[in-house]
């Protein structure tokens, strides 16, 4: 996929481009060169968003599951969790109170790592990301060509959403900032197709 963004891109494609990119990005999310390429592809739409400031907020505050990946905190979860069993071994002949406190928070940071992962993979099966990738398409207010417009100017290639409900040929996305607009299922893809 991240071969396929690159040619898209090359080729102008922002919109395929930016969708081959996120789907390299859920199979490598740790690869460096692939990153920077998304942020730069993303950097060329014309469309941008600004993330709700509650957002941000939760993501600096739980920084864990954000600013990791999940193969790296499906790591640290094993780790954790392999000394936290080491520690309960060894508390049952040797009980000192500092040996409780490493015991306690190894045990804190499992939990979270565990809720982190639970979290990640509830989303993964719950969430449909999508992509446009119409050079332009009208967001509407409704599921049909009569409702009127979401916004003043038209949706572009490139532009990110999660899918939230399909209905005759239309589709109703949740954008970045939160906003809810209806597309026509023509005008987008999404990061994985439905049986898979």
């Known amino acids: 996929y991240y071969n396929l963004g690159n040619i898209y891109f090359k080729m102008g494609d922002l919109g395929r481009a930016v969708l ?3 789907r390299a990005q859920q199979l490598n999310p740790n690869d460096r060169q692939l990153l920077q390429n998304l942020q730069f592809a993303r950097a060329q739409r014309q469309d941008s968003f600004k993330e709700p400031e509650q957002t941000r907020i939760l993501q600096t505050v739980f920084f864990l599951h954000y600013d990791f990946a999940p ?14 069993f080491l520690l309960a071994t060894v508390m049952i002949w040797y009980q000192p109170a500092w040996l409780k406190v490493c015991f306690g928070i190894v045990a804190g940071l499992t939990v979270i790592l565990t809720l982190s992962l639970y979290i990640t993979l509830h989303e993964l099966q719950s969430r449909r990301p999508g992509v446009v990738l119409a050079r332009e398409v009208v ?28 209905r005759d040929g239309w589709s109703e996305v949740v954008l970045p900032d939160g906003q809810r607009a209806w597309l026509p299922n023509q005008a987008f893809a999404l990061l994985w197709a439905e049986e898979q």
Do not use: C, M, V
């Open 20 to 22: 081959n990119y996120r």
């Open 71 to 84: 193969t790296t905190r499906q790591r640290l979860f094993l780790w954790f969790y392999l000394l936290s």
């Open 139 to 166: 967001a509407r207010k409704g599921d049909g060509e009569s409702y009127a417009p979401s916004f003043n100017a038209p949706l572009h290639a490139g532009t990110e959403f999660i899918l939230l409900e399909q």
